[in-house]
């Protein structure tokens, strides 16, 4: 019951203030990261402060989440037991590794709640209807490439095509619909956006996001516990090394299952947009799973991409540690999976037959938006059409009247130097002259 009264507590506290924020007008600005508590509202230092006094209290707990899940939810029954596995990695490592504050272990608490809510509700709306897993995914075309090489704005002028399927950020976090009553997804989702906006004014200038805007589908992988990008929300190195241990299959196999059940339920497109940043690690299983698969893979200056990077990782992580070191976090992030990986990921796509890839510069696409994704179309075997180029022409006049927000970042402030990031990329950066 203590919990529970915190929680909700916690919550309101979070409602307030998004209640505060007035309809934005003016820049952001993300300036360069020192430390967590810099970026940290006054309140929410105070809030880590007093929970000092409560070391063990909200500690992670795979148990008492799914057992919450399921009161929440009856007669969902049981997680998948590869489900319950990944969670009690995420947990290990989250009470090893992450160093949580008082108001993360809260934040994370109600995050993987929520999670193993829809992972048991998906589970039960097919264990309810079997002809989901019949439903046929449009082609999929998958957004390939490191985080911060301009893979949202192209994933956004590809959902402005009517004949591209994406999905908004309300159907990914929320892919079942619900059994009776008004559909509310998208309103949910943007109360939580208003509640990251009341942790940290200034995010969205780093990654901006919208209820019923296209987003990347990592909310698929997370509905499982089974992604790389937590790392990008806490530091958990345990549960990296375990996950990079497992079948993706087994996380690759469920996204497929929730990639129906969003079809099933809201039928449209010709193609699919599917855009994550670790897809790049698993082509292979990608290839396996979505033989019709093609890419647009974007590409970026490393060291820019890099040291943006960080900055991501490190607001992200101050939302849930006031631990955040960014002297040590770009040697970690330099010496983890990330550049093999990104090399890897052209080996395989070189092997690719003709109009199965798309290589898009952030330059170019940045320069002349929509002559770039003319020419990734042809590169993909297809034409971008009169109502397509119109609506990202539409597009982009409508961010053209946007306040122009700030995100300051160097490699020097996150311990490395952009010397040492090309020299580790030295081929990539000729290849594609950036």
């Given amino acids: 019951m203590a919990t529970t009264t915190i929680e909700l507590r916690f919550a309101m ?36 402060g007093l929970g000092r006094m409560l ?23 049981d997680p998948r037991p590869e489900t319950l596995a990944a969670l009690e990695a995420l947990v ?18 109600m995050d993987c709640g929520r999670m193993a809510s829809q992972h048991l509700l998906i589970d039960r709306a097919i264990r309810e209807t079997r002809e989901i897993l019949d439903t046929e995914i449009p082609a999929p075309i998958f957004l390939i490439g490191w985080m911060r090489t301009g893979t949202t704005f192209v994933h956004r002028l590809l959902a402005q ?22 559909d509310d997804r998208p309103e949910r989702l943007a109360g939580v956006l208003k509640q990251l906006e ?43 090394e375990w996950l990079q241990g497992q079948d993706p299959r087994i996380a690759y196999g469920q996204y497929r299952q929730q990639l129906q059940l969003v079809q099933y339920h809201r039928p449209h497109g010709v193609r699919f947009a599917l855009k994550d940043p670790t897809h790049s690690v698993f082509l292979d299983t990608i290839l396996e799973l979505f033989p019709d698969a093609r890419f647009v893979f974007t590409h970026r200056d490393p ?53 199965r890839v798309a290589h898009v510069r952030h330059t170019d696409v940045r320069a002349d938006p929509i002559a770039t994704m003319d020419q990734a179309y042809r590169d993909l075997g297809m034409e971008l059409s009169d109502p397509a180029r119109t609506a990202m022409q539409a597009m982009l006049d409508a961010e053209g009247r946007k306040p122009r927000d700030i995100h300051i970042h160097s490699p020097e402030g996150f311990g490395l130097s952009a010397a040492r990031i090309r020299g580790r990329l030295a081929g990539y950066c000729q290849r594609f002259d950036l």
């Avoid at 006054?42 to 809030?47: D, F, I, L, P």
């Fill in 161 to 182: 095509d009517p004949e591209t399927r994406t999905m908004p950020y309300w159907e990914s976090m929320y892919p079942v619909p619900p059994r009776r009553g008004k």
């Fill in 303 to 355: 060291a820019t991409t890099m040291s943006s990077l960080c900055s991501l990782y490190a607001y992200t992580r101050a939302l849930f540690s006031d631990e955040v070191d960014p002297q040590t976090l770009g040697p970690e992030l330099m010496n983890s999976y990330l550049p093999g990986s990104l090399e890897r990921a052209l080996e395989l796509v070189d092997g690719l037959s003709p109009g």
């Fill in 198 to 240: 009341s942790l940290s004014p200034n995010y969205e200038a780093i990654h901006p996001m919208g209820a019923c805007e296209p987003e990347e589908c990592v909310a698929l992988f997370t509905n499982v516990f089974r992604t790389l990008q937590y790392n990008v929300q806490y530091r958990v190195p345990g549960y990296i």
């Fill in 13 to 48: 506290h979070f409602w307030h203030w998004s209640e505060m924020a007035s309809e934005r007008k003016k820049a952001l600005r993300a300036g360069q990261f020192t430390t967590a508590r810099e970026v940290q509202p006054w309140w929410y230092r105070a809030t880590n």
């Fill in 55 to 77: 070391p063990s209290f909200g500690t992670p707990s795979a148990e008492a989440w799914f057992a919450k899940a399921k009161r929440q939810n009856p007669g969902v029954g």
């Fill in 92 to 109: 290990r490592s989250l009470r090893e590794d992450a160093k949580l504050s008082f108001s993360g272990r809260i934040a994370s608490a």
